[in-house]
């Protein structure tokens, strides 16, 4: 408790402090829009041609003058909350007594860095890696290693026909993808015929395009994450985005429901009156949804696999069964339906 206590006063401070930050600024901030507003005032007043350009131009100086302390002043105390923030990860750090070996963030740190140089435009770390990790990226089928190498071969058709032999040399690195990348290799090749007019003037200059290196770094991380056992985006972030997703639909329901009365519809805490569809970047696993019945199979209610290979639920089986015998819905095949197997997805 006494741990708890401490790291509740580190955030107490912190919380303080934003609060603070906030009525400071926007004192600050009504006082510069008053001063704004009182040289605008006296423009519209007196005319610019009546006012005092000596005395309109020190006013306008020091309102400058005092914008701009504003804005350090602001910024300095928003670095120092930033300092208070750090502390609670320290207390948080020092009360759970939570060693982190360095052997642990050394994949990490070695991601950042390969991720880093991508971003610089830097292929060397990231190839590296791939010919150290060869083997685990094949067991993927990851096509990292080759777009690497294809990146590089790019990298060097946009130095011009001076780079011609140093292309051709590097060419050779594509041989244990040819049979895969046959096609994306054979662009490759046929792009050194224009080296000498340049490949931006070719019907090749798509080779060109900058967008493929945001391309390249998520495919690293995307594999270098699979090889650690690690999703790409936090749970955590997923499941409040996909929270933010969905409330506004379960929202509608709620109303819905309690304009017509009709609270009971929603009894089950395991499923939802409707289906909500967060997109295909929230799929992560399949899901086998009976097309007899039309609801999505469940542990009491799994997939049943008939002897002519047609799935159906448990509870659709059952209510087939008529005298010890079941007749496919989708096939004049009959069977016994204790014959069916139970499939998993």
């Given at each position: 408790?006494?741990?708890?206590?401490?790291?509740?006063?580190?955030?107490?401070?912190?919380?303080?402090?934003?609060v603070?930050?906030?009525?400071?600024?926007?004192?600050?901030?009504?006082?510069?829009?008053?001063?704004?507003?009182?040289?605008?005032?006296?423009?519209?007043?007196?005319?610019?041609?009546?006012?005092?350009?000596?005395?309109?131009?020190?006013?306008?100086?020091?309102?400058?003058?005092?914008?701009?302390?504003?804005v350090?002043?602001?910024?300095?105390?928003?670095?120092?909350?930033?300092?208070?923030?750090?502390?609670?990860?320290?207390?948080?750090?020092?009360?759970?007594?939570?060693?982190?070996d360095?052997?642990?963030?050394?994949?990490?740190?070695?991601?950042?860095?390969?991720?880093?140089?991508?971003?610089?435009?830097?292929?060397?770390?990231?190839?590296?890696?791939?010919v150290?990790?060869?083997?685990?990226?094949?067991?993927?089928?990851?096509?990292?290693?080759?777009?690497?190498?294809?990146?590089?071969?790019i990298?060097?058709?946009?130095?011009?026909?001076?780079?011609?032999?140093e292309?051709?040399?590097?060419?050779?690195?594509?041989?244990?993808?040819?049979?895969?990348?046959?096609?994306?290799?054979?662009?490759?090749?046929?792009?050194?015929?224009?080296?000498?007019?340049?490949?931006?003037?070719?019907?090749?200059r798509?080779?060109?395009?900058?967008?493929?290196?945001?391309?390249?770094?998520?495919?690293?991380?995307?594999?270098?994450?699979?090889?650690?056992?690690?999703?790409?985006?936090?749970?955590?972030s997923?499941?409040?985005?996909?929270?933010?997703?969905?409330?506004?639909?379960?929202?509608?329901?709620?109303?819905?429901?309690?304009?017509?009365?009709?609270?009971?519809?929603?009894t089950?805490?395991?499923?939802?009156?409707?289906?909500?569809?967060?997109?295909?970047?929230?799929?992560?696993?399949?899901?086998?949804?009976?097309?007899?019945?039309?609801?999505?199979t469940?542990?009491?209610?799994?997939?049943?696999?008939?002897?002519?290979?047609?799935?159906?639920?448990?509870?659709?089986?059952?209510?087939?069964?008529?005298?010890?015998?079941?007749?496919?819905?989708?096939?004049?095949?009959?069977?016994?339906?204790?014959?069916?197997?139970?499939?998993?997805?």
């Open positions: 408790m006494e741990q708890c206590a401490c790291v509740e006063r580190e955030l107490e401070k912190v919380l303080h402090r934003f603070m930050y906030g009525h400071q600024s926007e004192e600050r901030l009504d006082e510069l829009l008053r001063s704004v507003c009182d040289i605008r005032g006296q423009l519209v007043a007196f005319g610019v041609q009546d006012a005092d350009l000596s005395v309109l131009s020190q006013t306008m100086a020091q309102c400058c003058k005092n914008i701009k302390e504003t350090q002043m602001l910024a300095s105390r928003h670095k120092d909350i930033h300092g208070s923030v750090s502390k609670v990860g320290k207390a948080i750090d020092r009360e759970s007594g939570v060693v982190i360095m052997n642990m963030k050394q994949p990490f740190l070695e991601l950042n860095r390969i991720l880093e140089a991508l971003r610089m435009q830097d292929l060397r770390p990231a190839l590296e890696w791939a150290t990790n060869r083997q685990r990226l094949l067991e993927l089928n990851s096509s990292l290693e080759f777009k690497l190498h294809r990146m590089y071969f990298s060097l058709l946009s130095g011009g026909i001076g780079n011609q032999v292309a051709l040399q590097y060419s050779r690195h594509f041989q244990p993808f040819a049979s895969q990348h046959q096609r994306d290799i054979q662009i490759l090749m046929g792009s050194l015929v224009y080296l000498r007019h340049g490949i931006e003037n070719s019907p090749y798509s080779l060109l395009e900058t967008s493929q290196w945001a391309e390249i770094c998520n495919i690293f991380t995307r594999d270098a994450c699979a090889l650690l056992g690690l999703s790409v985006e936090s749970p955590l997923v499941s409040f985005a996909s929270g933010c997703m969905a409330l506004p639909v379960l929202m509608n329901i709620k109303q819905v429901i309690e304009q017509r009365q009709c609270s009971g519809v929603w089950h805490k395991d499923e939802l009156p409707i289906e909500i569809d967060l997109g295909k970047k929230c799929w992560y696993h399949s899901v086998f949804a009976c097309p007899i019945l039309r609801q999505q469940s542990e009491s209610n799994p997939p049943m696999k008939l002897i002519c290979g047609h799935v159906i639920s448990r509870d659709a089986l059952n209510k087939l069964t008529n005298a010890g015998k079941l007749k496919c819905p989708y096939c004049p095949m009959e069977q016994n339906p204790s014959h069916a197997k139970q499939i998993y997805f």
